[in-house]
């Protein structure tokens, strides 16, 4: 070694970074393995419902919802929809799966003006708003009323159907041409 040695030539030489991140893959990797055995051994919803209780994450709702649409234009303190023949056709076609369920919530936007008008309050108009699209899904035949189920709550004058993924079949029995691609089936 040399008087004009520079501390580079000195310093004790590191690990190259390639290994830590190949340490952290193989890492990922056993992770990932371990997380596929426990799938196998419990059923989903127990391990799912143990994750979250390791977590202290919320209970998860049975239902997943995946898609939404809205009927708009309530006028204040009213619950007579306006225009409601969009909101018919996408319900008559979300729902021709029998797994899934429609909620229907109604809103109101929070002004003095947006409540029942005999009783004052919101969330009875919301209610009103949220029943009066569900009879007009029920009877335009779009969505069964056992699938339906109703909600309030606060934002804007409008009602949001949510189609939900309930997971079980409802119990009807589905025709078997309903399957088929571009099916209009009354019974599907």
């Known amino acids: 070694m040399t008087i004009a040695a520079t501390l580079e030539d000195t310093a004790p030489q590191g690990r190259p970074v390639w290994l830590t991140t190949l340490a952290d ?3 990922l990797l056993v992770g990932f393995f371990v997380f596929l055995h426990a799938n196998q051994s419990l059923d989903g919803g127990a ?7 390791a977590f202290d994450g919320p209970q998860a709702h049975e239902e997943m919802p995946v898609a939404i ?12 929809p306006v225009e409601t023949a969009p909101l018919i056709a996408w319900a008559r076609e979300a729902a021709r799966d029998p797994r899934t369920r429609l909620t229907v919530t109604g809103e109101t936007d929070g002004s003095p003006a947006d409540v029942d008008r005999e009783t004052g309050s919101a969330a009875i108009l919301a209610a009103d708003r949220a029943r009066a699209v569900a009879v007009l899904l029920v009877r335009s035949g779009a969505v069964p009323p ?3 189920a109703l909600a309030t709550g606060e934002g804007r004058r409008r009602v949001i159907a949510t189609l939900a993924y309930a997971g079980a ?3 009807a029995a589905q025709p078997s041409n309903c399957t088929a691609p571009g099916n209009r089936h009354e019974a599907c």
């Open 69 to 80: 649409a809205a009927a708009v234009g309530f006028a204040p303190g009213s619950a007579a």
């Open 146 to 148: 056992e699938r339906i």
């Open 169 to 171: 079949d409802s119990g």
């Open 25 to 27: 893959l193989g890492l």
């Open 47 to 53: 391990m799912a419902a143990g994750m979250r209780e």
